[in-house]
């Protein structure tokens, strides 16, 4: 009988370690293949609904949650955090983009100002009050409920996990970081481009933001306009190989200075062309083809219809229409009415036909953009 309960003994605490080496097992595959979904998103909305659906998966809940941030470049510049939610589910769901302390109630406020303080997580009866805080300072704070019922095991996970997201949400913020970079080089090249040739900066701007209203509106993907909006500022970066006296001559053009001033299409290609960088060669495309029509009179290469880039297609009748609606030196401001016969005339033959109608349709979402856009705004 003593035998036979050693046996039996030792043979449940075999089987327990067992399940609880198998369960640990599938824990860690779970953190993995979560974690590894994090760096997909491309933003910081993005992620953190990720962070929060995972987190759920993981512990088998389908609870209320919500995920607050708060950057470190708030703190240098006011001295203060200020925490806002980037992402809620259940009951929390509307109140994503609020201010934490209008978004939350008044006793979890109060917990997460502990929280604060100690800089550690708490579970508080079937609350999960997550901290963590990142290489660059970003601190960050995860509501669940629902979490009485976990057990030791995924309490652990929980906290693998926090830590992997904090290195998941460094990345993200550095490469956001180097996005925003790349936005404000582009705007001043941008800017610069247009101002030696006695334009205004914002007439690259009123043109980007036509030109992404003009692809969405054609169907064009997110991360179409994403690349849309970085390289239609680009467009005329070749003109700063054109000489002052010709790119900035008042009265009409010679045929010898317009083949001159074509140049600038081909040059700008191959500057942004230079280093063979992928991320570029939209806009080296729409460099090169955006004083290309659609009849194939246009230049450099008369192409012809859907042989020119879609990006440089739409560029092209954002060009024109803001350039028609503002003074330029050797020229003054065309009217609205005047903007849209032209594009209707020319249809077919300097524009895709589908683009045209598309900006004939949103003359509406055109004035807003002229207003926001204004010279004097």
Same mark, same amino acid.
């Given at each position: 009988?003593?035998?036979?309960?050693?046996?039996?003994?030792?043979? #449940?605490?075999? $089987?327990?370690?067992? &399940? @609880? =080496?198998?369960?640990?097992?599938?824990? %860690?595959?779970?953190?993995?293949d979560? *974690?590894?979904?994090?760096?997909?998103?491309?933003?910081?909305?993005?992620?953190?609904?990720?962070?929060?659906?995972?987190?759920?998966?993981?512990?088998?809940?389908?609870?209320?949650?919500?995920?607050?941030?708060?950057?470190?470049?708030?703190?240098?510049?006011?001295?203060?955090e200020?925490?806002?939610?980037?992402?809620?589910?259940?009951?929390?769901?509307?109140?994503a983009?609020?201010?934490?302390?209008?978004?939350?109630?008044?006793?979890?406020?109060?917990?997460?100002?502990?929280?604060?303080?100690?800089?550690h997580?708490?579970?508080?009866?079937?609350?999960?009050f997550?901290?963590?805080?990142?290489?660059?300072?970003?601190?960050?704070?995860?509501?669940?409920?629902?979490?009485?019922?976990?057990?030791?095991?995924?309490?652990?996970? #929980?906290?693998? $996990?926090?830590?992997? &997201? @904090? =290195?998941?949400?460094?990345?993200?913020? %550095?490469?956001?970081?180097?996005l925003? *970079?790349?936005?404000?080089?582009?705007?001043?090249?941008?800017?610069?481009?247009?101002?030696?040739?006695?334009?205004?900066?914002?007439?690259?701007?009123?043109?980007?933001?036509?030109?992404?209203?003009?692809?969405?509106?054609?169907?064009?993907?997110?991360?179409?306009?994403?690349?849309?909006?970085?390289?239609?500022?680009?467009?005329?970066?070749?003109?700063?190989?054109?000489?002052?006296?010709?790119?900035?001559?008042?009265?009409?053009?010679?045929?010898?200075?317009?083949?001159?001033?074509?140049?600038?299409?081909?040059?700008?290609?191959?500057?942004?062309?230079?280093?063979?960088?992928k991320?570029?060669?939209?806009?080296?495309?729409?460099?090169?083809?955006?004083?290309?029509?659609?009849?194939?009179?246009?230049?450099?290469?008369?192409?012809?219809?859907?042989?020119?880039?879609?990006? @440089?297609?739409?560029?092209?009748?954002?060009?024109?229409?803001?350039?028609?609606?503002?003074?330029?030196?050797?020229?003054?401001?065309?009217?609205?009415?005047?903007?849209?016969?032209?594009?209707?005339?020319?249809?077919?033959?300097?524009?895709?036909?589908?683009i045209?109608?598309?900006?004939?349709?949103?003359?509406?979402?055109?004035?807003?953009?002229?207003?926001?856009?204004?010279?004097?705004?």
């Amino acid at each position: 009988a003593q035998k036979l309960f050693t046996t039996i003994t030792a043979a #449940l605490r075999s $089987y327990r370690d067992i &399940v @609880a =080496i198998e369960e640990s097992r599938k824990g %860690l595959r779970s953190i993995i293949d979560a *974690t590894s979904d994090l760096f997909e998103p491309k933003s910081l909305g993005n992620f953190a609904e990720g962070v929060l659906r995972q987190l759920n998966a993981l512990l088998h809940i389908e609870e209320p949650s919500i995920y607050m941030h708060a950057s470190s470049l708030a703190a240098a510049q006011d001295g203060a955090e200020h925490f806002y939610v980037l992402s809620a589910m259940g009951k929390f769901k509307e109140m994503a983009g609020q201010p934490l302390e209008q978004a939350v109630p008044c006793d979890l406020l109060a917990t997460f100002r502990q929280v604060l303080e100690s800089r550690h997580s708490i579970i508080e009866q079937d609350r999960y009050f997550g901290y963590f805080e990142t290489k660059t300072g970003s601190r960050n704070l995860i509501y669940i409920e629902g979490v009485a019922s976990i057990s030791e095991l995924s309490r652990h996970m #929980l906290s693998i $996990y926090s830590n992997n &997201v @904090a =290195i998941a949400f460094d990345n993200l913020y %550095l490469n956001q970081e180097l996005l925003d *970079t790349q936005k404000h080089i582009v705007r001043i090249l941008g800017e610069a481009v247009e101002r030696r040739s006695h334009e205004t900066g914002n007439h690259v701007w009123r043109m980007t933001e036509l030109a992404c209203m003009l692809g969405r509106k054609y169907g064009l993907e997110e991360k179409a306009l994403e690349v849309m909006h970085l390289s239609v500022p680009l467009h005329d970066v070749g003109k700063i190989g054109i000489p002052d006296q010709i790119l900035n001559k008042p009265g009409s053009l010679t045929p010898e200075e317009f083949d001159v001033i074509k140049t600038h299409t081909t040059l700008g290609c191959r500057i942004l062309s230079a280093g063979g960088r992928k991320t570029l060669s939209p806009a080296a495309a729409i460099a090169l083809q955006h004083h290309e029509r659609w009849n194939g009179s246009g230049y450099p290469k008369g192409l012809k219809g859907t042989e020119i880039n879609i990006m @440089a297609r739409i560029a092209a009748l954002a060009d024109v229409v803001d350039a028609l609606g503002h003074e330029r030196c050797y020229k003054p401001a065309w009217s609205l009415d005047r903007i849209v016969e032209l594009v209707k005339a020319e249809s077919e033959r300097h524009f895709d036909p589908d683009i045209a109608g598309i900006f004939i349709a949103s003359i509406d979402e055109y004035q807003e953009i002229e207003r926001r856009f204004s010279e004097n705004a």
